[in-house]
């Protein structure tokens, strides 16, 4: 099995909508339209094992400070092999080299990201208000039921 970490190109889109549209139904992660993910393709990740797409997120850089873990997604079909998690320390790692300083998430799974070295805050302690410009389009707003959750780097 071999699997390789690549920077996707605007061409990757639709396959990724693909592969997050359950999760983007149920609420787990916010909808991006085709024109958001072409806009900031930069940020993303994408997992391939054997040359097929398994899996990506992206890190989205809000300050010079704080960036945040987006759309974390693996496929079913490769669950139980940790890409989850290796596509998160992908954005720990892309976090250093900007030389950010805490890495945020807003999560359901905070046992999965706690695995990984994120602890939990309380959602008013995030530092940058300008992350809740998301939330208005999110189909839980304004109950948000997310957990607040930083790794310091």
Not at 36 to 43: F, G, H, Q, Y
Request: hydrophobic share 40%.
């Amino acid at each position: 099995m071999e699997i390789n970490f690549i920077k996707p190109d605007v061409s990757h889109i639709l396959l990724m909508q693909e592969l997050v549209k359950e999760e983007v139904e149920t609420g787990k992660i916010l909808l991006r339209t085709e024109d958001e993910m072409a806009n900031t393709i930069r940020s993303y990740t994408i997992v391939e094992v054997d040359g097929v797409m398994a899996g990506f997120t992206a890190l989205h850089i809000h300050s010079s400070r704080l960036a945040e873990v987006r759309s974390l997604v693996v496929s079913k079909n490769f669950r139980g092999l940790k890409l989850g998690q290796k596509l998160v320390e992908k954005c720990i790692e892309e976090g250093r080299k900007y030389k950010i300083e805490q890495i945020l998430s807003l999560t359901y799974e905070e046992g999965f990201f706690k695995s990984v070295g994120f602890r939990k805050i309380e959602k008013e302690d995030i530092p940058e208000h300008k992350i809740w410009a998301d939330c208005i389009r999110c189909k839980h707003f304004p109950i948000c039921d997310e957990i607040a959750m930083v790794y310091d780097l």
